[in-house]
């Protein structure tokens, strides 16, 4: 569907088509309408798929630009995404002077509320804890708020904000628009519906398109102490261009940052108790490109919206099956691949057929590469560096020493002598990862875990071929959907108060 098609401000269309967009994803074909009508709306889209647009653009739409009060309030679950929501609505509300207000834990709060006092804002985008306390400092005034936005309440649900959340539907006004995006929908999203939201209308993408066709998802079974050393000799077969590797707890995720670097590789790691300037620096390095790995826990990631990110790396399996498809919905997005690979101990086979029974796809087993296969994508990645140098650097100042070395060795010698120093060896530096409490053994179900329990342990909180060093070395066939969707279970206890509409080509 053309965005002309949906009775938007012709403002909005022109920021649209400077932003490069003709046509609407499903999730803002299906939502938009809806929200300009005055419905009440659940959305269920994973990060990327276009819910800032669904919900941004008829809130844009509708602002009374005469009116000093707060419109439309969003509540996001970290300061990323408030961030990044902030930055999209304010390119998309430019040409009509909308004046957007985002607030976050972690930053002064005395210039947030004389920017809020001096500015007028339409729109507030914030995170729970701060919202809260602007809204009992009487500086957060939204009596008169037509539209809230929930999104990734999923997220919001994990991380403890529910009770912030409904502490601040309190103070909205009984008259308004409530509209709440999840990537999934487990009960107790469900219950705040039924509780807040007046006959919302269900905006569902099939769960068969929770995880996108174009990521080929691998698993690869090692014991724990094996893990590392597999996943640098994958590193060097597949030669990410950037890559994401989760780990459970943040000495993990130390531990593996470290251990990366000492191996040579760019890589970084991100997690709760970084401050805020370090996790901004790091995120900035990461989408510059100066980074070629981002190690990270749940908590940390939630909320990135990071493009180009070719592989996901699950080094330790999450415990819910929710998580896996937050994870892995960081790649293959705008229409490009992706790939992921999740490390297996033994004990956590029943966890991967869990996610399995939730996202209706196989994983496909892969097989961890030899010394031998990893030293050849060692050496074809040292080559592309070398041809890259050759093809733009200036050499002439080095010309001379090069001689020099020339009179003294052989040109095999040399070259050799400088492939040895770029390629990276994946076993010439010893690691070792602190092993973590294996997880309790599980068998398959297809009860879906509740998001009440088993997500304590995110962020410390509680034969198949080889295509010679190439990146998109693969793992065998295609993967096959199976089994019946149960992701409406909870919806179908009160499918009384819901209109669904089931988004076939989402």
Do not use: C, W
């Not at 399996?317 to 101990?345: C, E, L, N, W």
């Amino acid at each position: 569907m053309k965005f002309e098609e949906l009775n938007l401000d012709p403002k909005l269309l022109e920021a649209i088509s400077s932003a490069g967009f003709e046509e609407a994803t499903p999730i803002q074909a299906s939502t938009i309408p809806l929200v300009l009508a005055g419905k009440d709306v659940i959305g269920q889209a994973q990060t990327g798929t276009g819910k800032t647009a669904a919900f941004g653009l008829p809130i844009l739409n509708d602002l009374d630009m005469d009116s000093k009060n707060i419109q439309a309030l969003v509540i996001s679950p970290t300061r990323e995404l408030a961030i990044q929501t902030q930055e999209e609505l304010y390119r998309l509300g430019q040409d009509k002077h909308a004046r957007i207000q985002v607030v976050y834990g972690g930053a002064d709060i005395r210039r947030q509320m004389r920017s809020i006092k001096n500015n007028n804002p339409e729109i507030i985008v914030g995170t729970p804890g701060r919202l809260l306390d602007l809204i009992n400092r009487k500086i957060l005034k939204i009596e008169h708020i037509r539209t809230l936005v929930l999104d990734e309440a999923d997220e919001m649900l994990d991380m403890g904000f529910i009770e912030d959340i409904e502490k601040i539907l309190t103070h909205v006004p009984n008259e308004h628009q409530t509209l709440l995006f999840s990537a999934t929908m487990p009960a107790p999203i469900m219950r705040i519906s039924e509780k807040f939201m007046h006959n919302p209308e269900i905006v569902k993408i099939e769960s068969k398109e929770l995880t996108s066709d174009l990521i080929d998802q691998y698993y690869v079974r090692a014991k724990d102490f094996e893990k590392f050393d597999v996943m640098t000799r994958l590193f060097d077969v597949q030669n990410p261009e950037l890559a994401l590797v989760f780990g459970r707890t943040k000495r993990r995720v130390d531990e593996l940052a470290k251990g990366l670097q000492a191996r040579g590789y760019r890589a970084e790691g991100i997690h709760g108790d970084l401050t805020q300037q370090k996790r901004m620096s790091v995120l900035r390095q990461f989408k510059k490109g100066d980074l070629d790995v981002l190690v990270a826990t749940d908590v940390a990631a939630r909320g990135l919206d990071i493009s180009g990110v070719t592989h996901v790396y699950n080094y330790d399996i999450p415990q819910d099956p929710d998580s896996y498809v937050h994870r892995i919905g960081r790649t293959g997005r705008a229409g490009k691949s992706g790939m992921s690979v999740t490390f297996v101990t033994a004990n956590e086979m029943g966890y991967l057929r869990t996610i399995e029974e939730l996202t209706k796809k196989r994983m496909k087993p892969l097989m961890p590469p030899t010394d031998k296969q990893a030293f050849k994508g060692q050496l074809k990645n040292a080559v592309d560096e070398i041809t890259e140098v050759l093809t733009s650097e200036d050499l002439e100042k080095y010309e001379a020493g090069a001689e020099h070395l020339l009179e003294e060795y052989t040109p095999i010698q040399l070259v050799s002598a400088y492939l040895k120093t770029v390629s990276k060896d994946s076993t010439s530096v010893p690691v070792k990862i602190t092993p973590e409490r294996p997880l309790p053994s599980r068998k398959s179900s297809h009860r879906r875990s509740s998001s009440a329990r088993g997500r304590h342990n995110n962020g410390g909180r509680d034969k198949r071929r080889f295509n010679n060093g190439n990146k998109n070395y693969s793992g065998g066939h295609k993967s096959n959907n199976h089994g019946k969707s149960n992701n409406n279970k909870s919806g179908k206890r009160s499918s009384r108060n819901f209109t669904i509409r089931t988004n076939t080509n989402a």
